[in-house]
């Protein structure tokens, strides 16, 4: 066997045959900005839980602090993705927000089905994940706008702080959901989740999940078996 | 001449069968900038959306018995405390001081403030970050009528609130003290006030923000007319919290 990346290697290499082989997914600018984005969002989602869920605040109290410690959080919110994207470390992340952008006639395909259409062929993301991250990218945006119109309230009038308080809590609230719907979809397919701690996923998950993507970094054609048997559930 | 410009679809189906992703449509800066528009039009209408929700949504809500829907913003009390636990003491330990520039400092039980004239208020709950309870029922003692067993002195001019959590107080001058909308309250709703709410007795300022309205009020101090300001007036909110005058907002007055 001649895996071409080894066990515990540091970074994943593309490797081209045996049972191991590798494909890097993520770079490591690529994962330090996907974590430092969620242990921001879930501070934020938590130090929101308790200002707002009347048990949980009483239960914890200290709202002066818990409240600091939300608008910090709020405040560092786009600094992960400022810093990811003027470092030299750049490339993968701007590559990455061009695919997301993206939505081809497969990618619109795929959604019309509700990711059931086996002929779809995708890329690196599929449109769920897209969505997922136009969704955060917005998200950022909105409560980082919202929360500082409610932060630094005195040049705004009254109705714009209550309209500003409006669209924060029912963003937190979808932004929740979200989140949950992102991590339960990632439990699930532990591969994909995996590739976000290590940096690589199995060929065969390329080749089965992702067969452009897997033609377009490996050359090699995507065989899924799954492509050549009849349909059937 | 040779054409320049982009293809029509159909020369796009002959030339590039499947499009190529820089063809594809933008569709994830759609999203943000539809999040962006959506929000900047939730700034400017917010307040009337959630002003309607209030009035039609939230009489629904009080009859969902899952009482998940209290997880919604929308017509709800939400449990503010300062400290770092929930201060919880029973209606039978409860002692609610009233001491300073009074003749005769006194000690009321819980039995003693419901043996006195009971005044009922049915007024909304206005809180400064901007959420209303409509139409809540308030059951207490006139904060007048307590005053009045004390015996305020001559020269007194405020009125001090101590909580027992330890850390809240809240001031009123003496003669908002006296309004008849100012009560000592020991039921909400038809029900003991709990602890979450402030209980087993709470001040109620019907016509200021939230924060006046003292929980677990335990100590009642007169003082001369200008008392030290309270916890969140030290933390820049206006002293005198009038709903609709003061604290920089224009809600409907109670």
Redesign the interface.
Known sequence: MTALSEPGAPDAVVGLVGPTRRLPRFDRAERALHWANAALFGLLLATAALL????L????????LVRQVHVVSGLLLPVPLILALIGPWRRGVMADL???????????RWLRSRGRDRSVRL?KFNPGQ??N???V???I??ML??GS?MFW??PFP??????????H???A?AIALVVAGHIWMAVADSDSLRSMVRGWVPAWWAESHRPRWYTEITGLPAVDADDEQPESR | MPTTGPLTPEEAEITVPEPTPERAAPVGRRVVLGMFGLGAVGILFGAKAQDLLERTVSPLLSRDGTGLSSLLPVGRFRIYTVTGDLPSRSEADYRLGVDGMVDNPTVLTADDLRAMAPTRLNKDFQCVTGWRVHDVSWVGVRLADVLDRAGVQTGAGGVRFHSFDGVYTETLTLEQARRDDVIVAYELEGKPVSAAHGGPVRLYVAPMYGYKSCKWLERIEVTGPHPKVGYWEYRGYSTDAWIGRSNGRDDRPV
């Open positions: 707002y869920v009347g048990q605040a009483a239960l914890v109290g200290r709202r002066d061009r695919a997301f952008n993206r939505f081809d006639r497969d990618d619109i890329h897209k969505l991250a136009a969704f990218a917005g998200s945006g909105l706008a919202t119109i309230f005195r009254l109705a714009w702080r209550t309209g500003a308080t409006f669209v809590d029912w963003t609230i």
